[in-house]
T-cell receptor, first 113, second 114 residues
Framework: EAGVTQSPTHLIKTRGQQATLRCSPI?????VYWYQQALGLGLQFLLW???????NRGNFPPRFSGRQFPNYSSELNVNALELEDSALYLC????????????FGSGTRLTVV | KNQVEQSPQSLIILEGKNCTLQ??????????LRWYKQDTGRGPVSLTI?????NTKSNGRYTATLDADTKQSSLHITASQLSDSASYIC?????????????FGQGTTLQVKP
């Protein structure tokens, strides 16, 4: 069974540009979660999507947004990139609200220069 | 405020030795507590998950304990190997509402030396 897949693995953008990160959940999982992990820091909750709708978001500015598609895959968009947005962005999926089967992907390393 | 605190922040041990990592939390109510292993630049991988009614769970050389009364958990690693070098993260799931949000500790960075 394929795990949570994220693309691209690495992404380099210039300050002010937009970045789009993608996540495909495990088959049968309907919830997708996004986290930001800056170098040397813990995971910070960004967004939670379930059944195509945004259910909750963390303490991040509106330029962090996303969506979930009918096949439950998800995109995270970061507009007007700032240097401090450089981080590992992790996606996780689960079978249901509450997180049964909660599994992480390998992440996308975003570097803003 | 719901928090998860881990100690020590970092730890260096010799290969073959045992070690114990600590996790204290203030999350209430909570539904489960998880330990993850995260290799550098990779996503976290689940080691154990315990509900509030469980007080120990093993996964190979990893044994997690939970004391829901004192809100403490520990992860014990037996006969450490070089491949155990990683960050170990304690995560608590809020229990009462469907927030979809897990509370993460900052992690303990373990380095196993030959």
């Amino acid at each position: 069974e394929a795990g949570v897949t994220q693309s691209p693995t690495h992404l380099i953008k210039t300050r002010g540009q937009q970045a789009t990160l993608r996540c495909s959940p495990i088959s049968g999982h309907t919830s997708v979660y996004w986290y930001q992990q800056a170098l040397g820091l813990g995971l910070q909750f960004l967004l939670w999507y379930d059944e195509g709708e945004e259910r909750n978001r963390g303490n991040f500015p509106p330029r962090f947004s996303g969506r979930q598609f009918p096949n439950y895959s998800s995109e995270l968009n970061v507009n007007a990139l700032e240097l401090e947005d450089s981080a590992l962005y992790l996606c996780a999926s689960s079978q249901e609200r509450g997180g049964r089967g909660y599994t992480f992907g390998s992440g996308t390393r975003l570097t803003v220069v | 405020k719901n928090q998860v605190e881990q100690s020590p922040q970092s730890l260096i041990i010799l290969e073959g030795k045992n070690c114990t990592l600590q996790c204290n939390y203030t999350v209430s109510p909570f539904s489960n507590l998880r330990w993850y292993k995260q290799d550098t630049g990779r996503g976290p991988v689940s080691l154990t998950i315990m509900t509030f009614s469980e007080n120990t769970k093993s996964n190979g050389r990893y044994t997690a304990t939970l004391d829901a009364d004192t809100k403490q958990s520990s992860l014990h690693i037996t006969a450490s190997q070089l491949s155990d070098s990683a960050s170990y993260i304690c995560v608590v799931s809020e229990g009462s509402s469907n927030t979809g949000k897990l509370i993460f500790g900052q992690g303990t960075t373990l380095q196993v030396k030959p």
